[in-house]
T-cell receptor, first 118, second 113 residues
Framework: AQKVTQAQTEISVVEKEDVTLDCVYE???????LFWYKQPPSGELVFLIR??????QNEISGRYSWNFQKSTSSFNFTITASQVVDSAVYFC???????????????FGIGTKLQVIP | DGGITQSPKYLFRKEGQNVTLSCEQN?????MYWYRQDPGQGLRLIYY???????QKGDIAEGYSVSREKKESFPLTVTSAQKNPTAFYLC????????????FGPGTRLTVL
């Protein structure tokens, strides 16, 4: 069974600080996909990034960066120089590579609520 | 412009009443999903559909029903059998295959009075 753990339920930082959101996953599949989504106060989840299990290359997109380490089953997300607009709930998600009865089984973590204080 | 719409944004229901939440997408996605979000519990899958006229139960389907008569539409009915229906409901769609991200609607907040 797959599982996603986001141990930090809430984080508060002061604007311009760097912050890392942790994500630890469990899966028996050798092929899987990891995602991060952002849920602003409006409620709609927005896709941020996808990473497959064969690609451990870290990625940077502006102030956002992601560190994928298979050895520790982690897919952490760092925001550099945080801004108030980064305040949101962030979800990490895991999708198994093998279709489960034809369905893309996606497991979401419980989310980390980030508050950036001006 | 493409996306997913959900209506209404807020919904109030009396106990014992059924209520239907609307979800429409114009992204030409085959797969559609309904999730329930409660504080501290993340997203839990209610129902999903990979193709028109076919749908499967998710992890918490009891007290809910769906239909998929059109590719674009995937309405969710919350029945009186659902014991604790007050929650935030999110609809999503996506392409076939586990590598595809999901696209989410703005959600419907249901409150049972």
């Amino acid at each position: 069974a797959q599982k996603v753990t986001q141990a930090q339920t809430e984080i508060s930082v002061v604007e311009k600080e760097d912050v890392t959101l942790d994500c630890v996953y469990e899966t028996r599949d050798t092929t899987y996909y990891l995602f991060w989504y952002k849920q602003p106060p409006s409620g709609e989840l927005v896709f941020l990034i996808r990473r497959n299990s064969f690609d451990e290359q870290n990625e940077i997109s502006g102030r956002y960066s992601w560190n994928f380490q298979k050895s520790t089953s982690s897919f952490n997300f760092t925001i550099t120089a945080s801004q108030v607009v980064d305040s949101a709930v962030y979800f990490c998600a895991l999708s198994e590579g093998e279709l489960s009865g034809g369905y893309q089984k996606v497991t979401f973590g419980i989310g980390t609520k980030l508050q950036v204080i001006p | 412009d493409g996306g997913i719409t959900q209506s209404p944004k807020y919904l109030f229901r009396k106990e014992g009443q059924n209520v239907t939440l609307s979800c429409e997408q114009n992204l030409n996605h085959d797969a559609m999903y309904w999730y329930r979000q409660d504080p501290g519990q993340g997203l839990r899958l209610i129902y999903y559909s990979q193709i028109v006229n076919d749908f499967q139960k998710g992890d918490i389907a009891e007290g809910y029903s769906v239909s998929r008569e059109k590719k674009e539409s995937f309405p969710l009915t919350v029945t009186s059998a659902q014991k604790n229906p007050t929650a935030f409901y999110l609809c999503a769609s996506g392409g076939q295959g586990p590598w595809n991200e999901q696209f989410f609607g703005p959600g419907t907040r249901l409150t049972v009075l």
